[in-house]
């Protein structure tokens, strides 16, 4: 007997972006299509109108019994279509998915929910649509409720949840009816850190049960501490499938080299309006000279550079530093620190931040940078688009040196000796 319980031959998804699906034959559908084609001729104002996108193109991969395996890549890299595809949300255009079990899935927030039944009914409705007996749900509804958290809660109707509550009841239920694939996309990010801490040693549990299961998350720490292979998905292709630890490491080494130095202008963005957007990040000494190399304890200003095409009102600078496996270090965002730009006008400018001493240990990080505003949202945003290389130095002038082992953080402090 075979232990494949996941197969995927070739599978290709075509999107046509800007297609709108001609209404019913009623005379509502006919005003109803009359008024789109007006307003798209409008909108398309001689542009080509509609585009073909391919979200993933001739995917191909086994998954054995009791496997667990991370899905990586950007947003929009096409990994949540392959999730869908998998649990045949949506058909393929090209390609073939076969299963040998029963899925339980965690997509989206809701996914799989009646908004107008509880809590309890919905229990009973998800184990039943995966074949299971009443009195199978039974033996293990208990577990579910206490898993989720939500006794209080359960009798009532899920519309009135929060997406946490969908979160803890949507993955106690995939996770205790006993699926033999189980798909979870990153929707567990919404979840606080306690609850994601007890999924992910659940997902642990499951494999050791021998089901099988495939994770998709950004955080590659949780990647690394759960599978044991990954596939990194880059525009809709496999990039590469190994070993998570190699993959990982390539992935973000890529990530960082795509946007390499310290020109930023070209690098890939994430979201934003455009309006106003970074192009060159600096780092300087005290002198405000560059630094070739930076060690940890240094005395650092980091020069944003930015060009803005009209004038922008106080907008907000955000820096996020990351450990290499996705762990936030800190953030430094100008209105946390209490910091309000004026009016930026139209064209180049640049903000410093000035950092007393870089209490990081020495090792790689990357920084993140965005543009942000309470009512637009954000102007600019890239992820990951500056490697931080910080070198071993001997801070607190003992001969020791700071080194990377010992943590993500140092603290300037003075041991003394009070008395017994």
């Given at each position: 007997?075979?232990?494949?319980?996941?197969?995927?031959?070739?599978?290709?998804?075509?999107?046509?972006?800007?297609?709108?699906?001609?209404?019913?034959?009623?005379?509502?559908?006919?005003?109803?299509?009359?008024?789109?084609?007006?307003?798209?001729?409008?909108?398309?104002?001689?542009?080509?109108?509609?585009?073909?996108?391919?979200?993933?193109?001739?995917?191909?991969?086994?998954?054995?019994?009791?496997?667990?395996?991370?899905?990586?890549?950007?947003?929009?890299?096409?990994?949540?279509?392959?999730?869908?595809?998998?649990?045949?949300?949506?058909?393929?255009?090209?390609?073939?998915?076969?299963?040998?079990?029963?899925?339980?899935?965690?997509?989206?927030?809701?996914?799989?929910?009646?908004?107008?039944?509880?809590?309890?009914?919905?229990?009973?409705?998800?184990?039943?649509?995966?074949?299971?007996?009443?009195?199978?749900?039974?033996?293990?509804?208990?577990?579910?409720?206490?898993?989720?958290?939500?006794?209080?809660?359960?009798?009532?109707?899920?519309?009135?949840?929060?997406?946490?509550?969908?979160?803890?009841?949507?993955?106690?239920?995939?996770?205790?009816?006993?699926?033999?694939?189980?798909?979870?996309?990153?929707?567990?990010?919404?979840?606080?850190?306690?609850?994601?801490?007890?999924?992910?040693?659940?997902?642990?549990?499951?494999?050791?049960?021998?089901?099988?299961?495939?994770?998709?998350?950004?955080?590659?720490?949780?990647?690394?501490?759960?599978?044991?292979?990954?596939?990194?998905?880059?525009?809709?292709?496999?990039?590469?499938?190994?070993?998570?630890?190699?993959?990982?490491?390539?992935?973000?080494?890529?990530?960082?080299?795509?946007?390499?130095?310290?020109?930023?202008?070209?690098?890939?963005?994430?979201?934003?309006?455009?309006?106003?957007?970074?192009?060159?990040?600096?780092?300087?000494?005290?002198?405000?000279?560059?630094?070739?190399?930076?060690?940890?304890?240094?005395?650092?200003?980091?020069?944003?550079?930015?060009?803005?095409?009209?004038?922008?009102?106080?907008?907000?600078?955000?820096?996020?530093?990351?450990?290499?496996?996705?762990?936030?270090?800190?953030?430094?965002?100008?209105?946390?620190?209490?910091?309000?730009?004026?009016?930026?006008?139209?064209?180049?400018?640049?903000?410093?931040?000035?950092?007393?001493?870089?209490?990081?240990?020495?090792?790689?990080?990357?920084?993140?940078?965005?543009?942000?505003?309470?009512?637009?949202?954000?102007?600019?945003?890239?992820?990951n688009c500056v490697a931080l290389d910080i070198q071993p130095s001997d801070f607190y002038q003992?001969?020791?040196?700071?080194?990377?082992?010992?943590?993500?953080?140092?603290?300037?402090?003075?041991?003394k000796y009070a008395g017994g």
């Open positions: 007997m075979s232990d494949v319980m996941v197969r995927a031959q070739g599978l290709s998804k075509l999107y046509h972006i800007g297609a709108v699906k001609a209404g019913p034959r009623t005379l509502v559908g006919a005003v109803t299509n009359a008024a789109r084609s007006t307003v798209r001729r409008a909108l398309q104002n001689g542009s080509r109108g509609e585009v073909e996108l391919w979200a993933l193109k001739g995917v191909t991969f086994e998954l054995n019994r009791g496997e667990v395996m991370g899905i990586i890549g950007r947003n929009g890299s096409g990994k949540s279509t392959l999730l869908k595809l998998l649990s045949r949300v949506t058909a393929p255009t090209e390609g073939l998915v076969e299963l040998y079990g029963h899925v339980g899935t965690l997509l989206e927030v809701g996914t799989g929910f009646h908004p107008e039944l509880t809590g309890r009914e919905n229990v009973y409705l998800n184990g039943t649509i995966l074949g299971m007996k009443k009195n199978e749900i039974d033996r293990v509804f208990d577990e579910i409720v206490e898993f989720s958290e939500l006794a209080k809660f359960i009798d009532t109707p899920v519309k009135h949840y929060s997406s946490g509550m969908y979160v803890r009841l949507g993955f106690a239920v995939a996770a205790h009816l006993k699926p033999e694939i189980l798909l979870v996309d990153e929707v567990l990010a919404v979840g606080d850190a306690a609850f994601q801490k007890k999924c992910l040693g659940r997902i642990g549990d499951m494999a050791k049960e021998g089901r099988t299961v495939l994770f998709v998350s950004h955080n590659m720490l949780a990647i690394e501490n759960l599978c044991a292979r990954t596939i990194w998905i880059d525009d809709g292709t496999i990039r590469q499938d190994g070993r998570t630890r190699h993959v990982i490491h390539d992935y973000l080494s890529s990530s960082v080299k795509q946007n390499a130095g310290l020109d930023v202008s070209n690098a890939i963005r994430d979201r934003g309006t455009g309006e106003i957007k970074f192009v060159r990040v600096e780092f300087l000494d005290e002198r405000k000279k560059t630094m070739d190399v930076i060690r940890s304890g240094d005395r650092v200003t980091w020069r944003l550079h930015f060009c803005a095409d009209a004038p922008i009102a106080h907008p907000h600078f955000i820096i996020s530093i990351e450990t290499e496996l996705g762990i936030v270090v800190t953030q430094l965002a100008t209105f946390l620190m209490g910091y309000q730009l004026p009016i930026v006008e139209t064209g180049a400018g640049h903000v410093d931040l000035d950092i007393s001493f870089l209490n990081l240990m020495p090792g790689r990080y990357n920084l993140s940078l965005a543009i942000w505003d309470e009512i637009k949202g954000y102007y600019d945003y890239i992820r003992s001969g020791k040196g700071i080194e990377e082992r010992y943590g993500i953080i140092f603290l300037p402090g003075k041991w």
